[in-house]
Every structure is written in C-alpha cells, then in structure tokens.
C-alpha cells in the first residue's frame, strides 16, 4: 500500500457494498447508505448509473466476467460480519473495535453498534478520507491512527480509551491477507493484551493454497490487487487454523469460506466463487492461558 494514499482495495469493498446496496430491498444482503462517499468521481458514477436495473445488471455483469468472485464474496462476507457483530454486541459485548476499519459504515448503519463505544483502527491516510466523508456523522466513533507494521497497537487501543475490564467485538476484515506474518503475530498479541477475555474476534484470510495459484482457482483475484499495490502477502491453511490461533491465545469457534457462506445465504451465482477467503469467528483467552506450542500453519509469499 502506498502509505500516502488511501487504500485502493478499500475503495473497491465500498463500490461492491454500494452497488449490493441499489438492489431491491427484498433481494440485497444489506442496505449501506454511505458506502458511495468514499468513491473516486469515476467509481461513484458507476454507483449511480447501477441505480438503473439494466445498467446495474450490465455492470455486474462486467465485473464478475473481469474479476470473478471479489464481488460476490465480499457482499456475502459484508452480511456474515454483520450478523456476526450484532450477536455479538445483543450477547454483552460493549465495545465495537474495528481494525483495518477502511470504509467500514457498521458503527452507523448498524442498530446494535448505536448505543456502544466504537474504536476504529487504521491507516491514517485512508481514515482521513473516511472521516471528511462522513462529515462528523460519526460522533460516538473513536479513531485510531495505527500502521500494523510498525505502530503498537495495544498502546494506541488504551489511549483512545478502550475499557479492558468490559468485553469487546473485534472485527479485523480485509487486513490479515496484506500483512507479513510478524504484523499479524504482533497485532493478535495486542488484542489479547489490549482486550477482555472472552472478547469476540472476527478475522478474514485467505487459504494458503491460493497464494501460490496451485490448486485453486483465484488467478484473477490476486492479480487485481497485486495490480493496485496491495498484494495478498500471508495465507493460513484452514485444516491448521485452530491449532495456529490456540497458538496465539486464541479459540476458533467457526471456520467457514465465503463461497460456503454465499450458499448458506443463497447468493445467485455463489458457485462462481473461487474457494479461497475465508470467516473465522474466534473468542479471546485470557492472557494468563498456557499458548499452544507454536506450530507454523502459515505462509507467507510476495505475490507480484
């Protein structure tokens, strides 16, 4: 990513979610109000040409064919997260903390996220972008300028007034993937140390095989973001995953892809997704916890 610019594959997720977003209401995943403000002038005229039922079927259409499966897995995982951070502030979570939060609108689109603290951790150049966007609609969030590669995060989390006593939904989308393994190592640290025990974790990455385009299908994929600077980096293999994040302090209590996921909320054309990202929802231990021996269940590879 280049560091003075905000993040291009955050923009993309904003143009996938707006787009879900001007389909009917009986049939879209999600309603996102705001996910048009973070786009260029050239991506938020696709946003209102698709507001016409023809040209939105004809630019989905476009898009599948350039690039199959980004689309499609992220509305399904936008949905899944969701549903995964609503339990789990309706459960007793009482703080939403949002890493690598790019142009995430769930502090205010979702109900549950209304009445809670919300700490959103990211670059700050792309959250500068977010934050002249929303032009202070935003008034209970707390932003949190944090590089995952150098910055302590841990630190950041306590100045900002994260309350390590109460428990917390962490979300951490769309970030995983683009890291060196030391970041992730680093960043899952500081949430053990920086959270409450019990606190609720939902992560994405990407299968490990795809990474070097073996056996999976996802060649596209990896070059769209390699092509605009931000290349997967870091993948886990998911028959490993339990034993990697036990490693860390950490238990997984759901695994699945967002291919799977897709099925499950039946989403046309879910079998066009290659089966490579995934949703893994995971509880924090308490720092206190005897690690698992640290079994080495990831790769990293400089793709492009």
Request: charged residues 25%.
């Amino acid at each position: 990513m280049n560091a003075a610019a905000p993040s291009r594959t955050a923009e993309y997720m904003a143009l996938f979610r707006a787009l879900e977003s001007a389909r009917a209401p009986e049939r879209r995943l999600f309603e996102d109000r705001d996910a048009a403000s973070f786009l260029t002038p050239r991506l938020h005229a696709v946003v209102l040409a698709a507001r016409v039922p023809l040209l939105r079927r004809l630019i989905i259409a476009f898009i599948d064919r350039r690039w199959p499966g980004p689309r499609l897995s992220a509305v399904a995982r936008t949905r899944v997260i969701d549903d995964f951070v609503t339990g789990a502030l309706d459960a007793g979570c009482s703080q939403l903390v949002l890493l690598g939060a790019g142009y995430d609108t769930r502090a205010t689109r979702l109900p549950a996220a209304a009445g809670d603290a919300v700490f959103e951790v990211d670059h700050p150049a792309t959250q500068q972008r977010k934050r002249e966007a929303l032009a202070g609609r935003a008034a209970h969030v707390r932003y949190v300028g944090v590089d995952f590669e150098t910055d302590a995060l841990a630190s950041a989390l306590a100045a900002a007034g994260l309350d390590r006593t109460q428990p917390s939904c962490i979300v951490w989308e769309g970030v995983f993937s683009y890291l060196t393994v030391a970041a992730i190592d680093r960043t899952l640290g500081a949430l053990v140390q920086a959270c409450a025990p019990a606190s609720r974790l939902m992560l994405t990455y990407v299968d490990e095989r795809a990474l070097g385009g073996g056996s999976l299908a996802g060649s596209a994929w990896r070059e769209a973001v390699s092509d605009v600077g931000e290349p997967f980096q870091t993948g886990l293999e998911p028959e490993r995953a339990a034993e990697f994040f036990a490693a860390r302090r950490m238990t997984l209590r759901s695994d699945e892809s967002t291919t799977d996921a897709a099925h499950r909320l039946g989403v046309a054309g879910a079998e066009t997704i290659p089966d490579m990202y995934r949703l893994a929802a995971l509880e924090l231990a308490p720092t206190s916890a005897p690690a698992a021996s640290n079994v080495l269940a990831i790769r990293q590879s400089r793709c492009g």
